[in-house]
């Protein structure tokens, strides 16, 4: 992934900026830390470069969605509509809220459908958790007017798609809260970590308190500070916010490269008949993380990813990945935990192990995906291309005896 491909030297500086005033906790010790504030920084850049009024950078893009969740008052019994295609992460953050979560069908979007939202809700719908699956947005204009006819608020899981845009904003500010996520694999890396963006402050104070056990963080007495509400310890340490700080003023230049090398692939793949690539609500605005192939059905589907293992392209099958799509989640289905959740105790209003998502089921059969790397030189792009037609077109010829 991008961010792993570009560390080095400016993420090293940070850290040791940290390691040299040796105050790993993010709150206080104002002295000793001689100015060194790096989750601060590190928020003021994620906002900046969003445009959103306020962020916070927490633990991980799971403890954040956990904390968008709480800040907006979903809990107990409440139906979060969520998509089957998304890392499962989303679903766990609103079965360890008290939430239910209730799947609705994607489309070659790879994201919600707005149609789909609509045929999931219930008179207990409280929220979306909207995620804007690879790198891309979801239908805003369509999923916004539902959400507003039928009272529902819009959250938004953005741990993907940190820099992408649709009709001109980022993404993560189109509903109450977005959230992102700085784990290994995304975009930009901090080890763990994670930042959610609003421009609503009440919201962000909440989820702020919330992070750090009720904690106010106002004034340099830590143990006289007001608490409002309880919490936990969702907090980011010093030394993950000051690599993600690096990571984070990397995002232009990760952005704009991937965009070109997206460009290219979208050109020459375009001239294979019969090949369809993933439906973008903004083109332009795809953070160009990934590139998505549509194959005509799932044999051909099959054998083309087949063929891209033999030619050593790496890429992702994502129709059986035990962790991203509802297929393979018999966890889930089970409410498979080591204690007693809500979940059980007031059941799910759809039966997930007999349910089936033929609209989604549609498309991740077909579906194929590649990260699109930063660091590729024109020569091996072009190679890798070269070995992606000779893949594709191999598998799509008729078979002829
Ligand atoms: C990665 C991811 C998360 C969780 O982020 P972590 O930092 O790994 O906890 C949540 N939602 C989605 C859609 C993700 O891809």
Sequence with gaps: MPGTELFGDEERKEVMDVLNTGVLFRYNHDAQRQGIWKAKEFEAEIAKFTGAKHALAVSSGSTAVSSMLAACGVGYGDHVIVPPFTFVATIEAVLFAGAIPVFAEIDETLCLSAEGIRAAITPKTKAVLLV???????????????????????????????????????????????????????????????????????????????????????????????????????????????????????????????????????????KIPGLAFRKQCDDAGDSATFFHLLLPDEATARATFKNMGVAGIGGGYWYDNMYHYIKQWSHVKELKMPFRMVAHELGLPQDLKTMTFPQSDAVMCRLISFNIRVTWTEAELDALLTKLEGAIVSAMKPVTA
Excluded: W
């Design 132 to 270: 804007h699956m690879c790198g891309a947005s979801a239908d805003l204009d369509g999923i916004l007017a539902v959400c507003k006819e039928k009272n529902v608020m819009l959250i938004e899981d953005t741990a993907q798609a940190l820099g992408a845009t649709y009709k001109g904003k980022h993404l993560g500010l189109f509903g109450k809260m977005g959230s992102f996520s700085f784990d290994f694999f995304k975009i930009n890396t901090c080890g763990e970590g994670g930042v959610i963006i609003s421009d609503d402050e009440q919201l962000i104070k909440t989820a702020e308190h919330l992070s750090d056990h009720g904690h106010n963080h106002e004034g340099d007495n830590r143990g006289m500070e007001p608490h409002h509400i309880m919490g936990t310890n969702f907090r980011i340490g010093e030394i993950n916010a000051a690599i993600g700080l690096a990571q984070a003023r990397k995002l232009p230049f990760i952005i704009s490269q991937q965009r070109k090398h997206k460009a290219i692939i979208q050109e020459r793949l375009s």
